[in-house]
T-cell receptor, first 114, second 115 residues
Framework: EAQVTQNPRYLITVTGKKLTVTCSQN?????MSWYRQDPGLGLRQIYY???????DKGDVPEGYKVSRKEKRNFPLILESPSPNQTSLYFC?????????????FGEGSWLTVV | AQKVTQAQTEISVVEKEDVTLDCVYE???????LFWYKQPPSGELVFLIR??????QNEISGRYSWNFQKSTSSFNFTITASQVVDSAVYFC????????????FGTGTKLQVIP
């Protein structure tokens, strides 16, 4: 079954404590991306990756890091989380190309920073 | 720069009414893709439709239909005979057609269907 898997799904953490949200896909997709969803703002892209070792900033990259060492994994790292990073996070993946391939989303990770 | 506008923040309808969710987009690309996603209260994003910029045919899928008009840069979504299970937040999204997926989402429309 085609899947994008995020972990953890729910997390409450404290300001400044480094955390990593993992994302894994089983579809051999080149493209992966992270979004955050906030009320009234929709989904905003944080980082994206077009292949292994190729990453780039999205619209709201401040306070986040990513890495793409393997094709299937694209972890999101919050080195020093702050309360304004409390949000719902989505990982997504798709094939590359100009055919408008379907974008698969994970189930979301609810993150609260206190 | 890409932009997607969903001017309707919240809509309430009574069950069995028809409802149209508006989506207006801006892009300089000649090739692009438009999407609709549904987000039920459980939070996951459910893919509904993808349409490329060269295909202006309207599409119907059961009670759902989509009206794509390049002349007005709109990609509206209509639910016919709405049901309580249609209650969700609906997102319109725009992807460039340049071989990679810069995806811009609208701010979403929250639909409440009242029994």
């Amino acid at each position: 079954e085609a899947q994008v898997t995020q972990n953890p799904r729910y997390l409450i953490t404290v300001t400044g404590k480094k955390l990593t949200v993992t994302c894994s896909q089983n579809m051999n997709h080149e493209y992966m991306s992270w979004y955050r969803q906030d009320p009234g703002l929709g989904l905003r892209q944080i980082y994206y990756s077009m292949n292994v070792e190729v990453t780039d900033k999205g619209d709201v990259p401040e306070g986040y890091k990513v890495s793409r060492k393997e094709k299937r994994n694209f972890p999101l790292i919050l080195e020093s989380p702050s309360p304004n990073q409390t949000s719902l996070y989505f990982c997504a993946s798709s094939l590359l190309g100009s055919s408008g391939n379907t974008i698969y989303f994970g189930e979301g990770s609810w993150l609260t920073v206190v | 720069a890409q932009k997607v506008t969903q001017a309707q923040t919240e809509i309430s309808v009574v069950e069995k009414e028809d409802v149209t969710l508006d989506c207006v987009y801006e892009t300089r690309d000649t090739t692009y893709y438009l999407f609709w996603y549904k987000q039920p209260p459980s939070g996951e994003l459910v893919f509904l439709i993808r349409r490329n910029s060269f295909d202006e045919q309207n599409e119907i899928s059961g009670r759902y239909s989509w009206n794509f008009q390049k002349s007005t840069s709109s990609f509206n979504f209509t639910i016919t005979a709405s049901q309580v299970v249609d209650s969700a937040v609906y997102f319109c999204a725009l992807s460039d057609g340049g071989g990679y997926q810069k995806v811009t989402f609208g701010t979403g429309t929250k639909l409440q269907v009242i029994p």
